[in-house]
């Protein structure tokens, strides 16, 4: 059933744990007709990695991309360091590559995407950079999208603005 409308969020990037959620609750293909997504090269290759540890799970999103659903972006490494240069050298150690790859999508752009993940590493970085309102958790989105549901801590509002209130607070104090 395609959505005949306007899409909920139209510059939503997905990190890994997400989409692995999404796939879990097998309803990828119905959030993606709802939701504008975009994934980074990384995290594409890091869900279809993670994929194999599940047993009833595969997940590849080239085929997705192939067919116009989703957009896979790849970005050059200068942008995640230079990200990393704008963090304190204690953040270097708990963003993983696909969330600087994402991260440094969302900074270098003037559009307003929204970046959805599971890892209090991004929501801390977003609170850090002072774009806090760019972080959105996946119980929001599929709460907006029609497709809510309970979900784990980790997907969760609360544990959004706990780590970018955390983040916030490092620049305080930085």
């Not at 692995?20 to 594409?44: G, M, P, Y």
């Not at 085929?63 to 972006?73: A, N, V």
């Not at 990200?83 to 204690?90: A, G, I």
Request: charge should be negative.
């Amino acid at each position: 059933m395609k959505n005949s409308g306007k899409k909920k969020y139209q510059f939503l990037l997905l990190d890994a744990g997400p989409i692995i959620e999404l796939f879990k609750l097998n309803i990828w293909d119905e959030f993606i007709d709802r939701c504008d997504v975009t994934v980074s090269k990384i995290v594409a290759n890091e869900a279809k990695y993670a994929s194999q540890e599940l047993q009833d799970i595969r997940i590849d999103l080239e085929p997705y991309q192939d067919k116009g659903l989703i957009q896979i972006l790849d970005t050059d490494s200068s942008l995640a360091k230079s990200l990393l240069n704008k963090l304190p050298e204690s953040y270097a150690d708990i963003v993983h590559d696909g969330e600087k790859q994402t991260l440094a999508i969302l900074v270098g752009s003037s559009e307003d995407w929204k970046v959805c993940a599971a890892d209090g590493a991004v929501f801390r970085v977003l609170g850090f950079l002072g774009k806090a309102e760019q972080g959105i958790s996946l119980e929001e989105v599929l709460s907006e999208a029609g497709l809510g549901r309970a979900l784990g801590w980790q997907f969760s509002k609360r544990f959004r603005e706990k780590y970018t209130n955390l983040g916030q607070i490092d620049y305080i104090q930085r």
